[in-house]
């Protein structure tokens, strides 16, 4: 299985940011895919032209409805995007999104059929304390799915996003076999098929450490996603 390496581009991006997704997409570059602003995702997927995989951030959990200034599932498969991202820390902290919120939003994903990332981590506080495996075990209780297929999880340190810190090589393996025990003891043999990516602060400088760590499946990249020159030098260092 090539490495999955996802760029998620935050609240970044204007028409002009179009280009680089183009850039993407006549690259060559496998497995590369892209989750830009709501806003920009009709453009991406017509000038991905299906060589990059486009998804939404974040979806709301039903399908339609009075729900002012929110997109749902089927709405970003309607554009013709392939995944959703549900449960990244800053929409834990910015809109105060619960487990069971993420659990909604997963299942509303791939009742759209759309591939689900959902992320989950600790926080600074909670790794100090010792609690990195508690908290991934209770936030995987509580925002999984019925079933893992389509299923792939985001192991995102918060205190990793955006600061240039990475866990150490041997505690992102730690983590995500933690994660896998998990997944397997919830889903059984289908547990193994699903694919387990790494974020926060990857850079083309450390993807290619990272991406050698046991069961790590790809990297979910954010500031250094939002260059085509950056990303693709992430994807061409995965073994
Ligand atoms: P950075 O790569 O900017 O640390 O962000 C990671 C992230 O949050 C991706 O979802």
Not at 4 to 26: P, S
Not at 69 to 93: K, N, P, T
Request: proline share 4%; aromatic share 4%; charged share 20%.
């Amino acid at each position: 299985m090539p490495a999955l390496i996802v760029g998620n581009w935050k609240m970044n991006g204007l028409g002009e940011d179009i280009a680089e997704i183009a850039h993407m997409a006549g690259s060559g570059a496998r497995s590369v895919w892209i989750a830009p602003p709501f806003t920009l995702i009709d453009r991406a997927v017509i000038v991905s032209a299906g060589a990059v995989k486009i998804g939404g951030q974040d979806c709301h959990a039903n399908a339609k409805g009075a729900h002012t200034g929110c997109v749902s599932a089927l709405m970003l498969a309607d554009l013709g995007a392939g995944f959703v991202i549900v449960g990244h820390s800053e929409r834990r902290r910015d809109n105060g999104e619960s487990d069971a919120d993420v659990r909604a939003k997963a299942t509303a994903g791939r009742a759209a059929e759309l591939e689900v990332i959902l992320c989950i981590g600790e926080t600074r506080a909670q790794r100090n304390a010792g609690q990195t495996e508690a908290v991934l075990t209770a936030q995987l209780a509580g925002s999984l799915p019925d079933d893992a297929e389509g299923l792939i999880i985001a192991y995102e340190p918060v205190w990793a996003i955006g600061t240039g810190l990475t866990p150490t090589l041997d505690d992102v393996k730690a983590a995500h076999a933690h994660i896998r025990g998990q997944i397997v003891a919830r889903f059984g043999p289908n547990g193994h098929g699903v694919r387990i990516l790494y974020g926060g602060s990857v850079t083309p400088a450390n993807a290619a450490d990272l991406l050698r760590v046991a069961d790590v499946g790809g990297v979910l990249v954010g500031g250094a996603s939002l260059t085509a020159e950056s990303l693709l030098a992430i994807a061409s260092s995965a073994p």
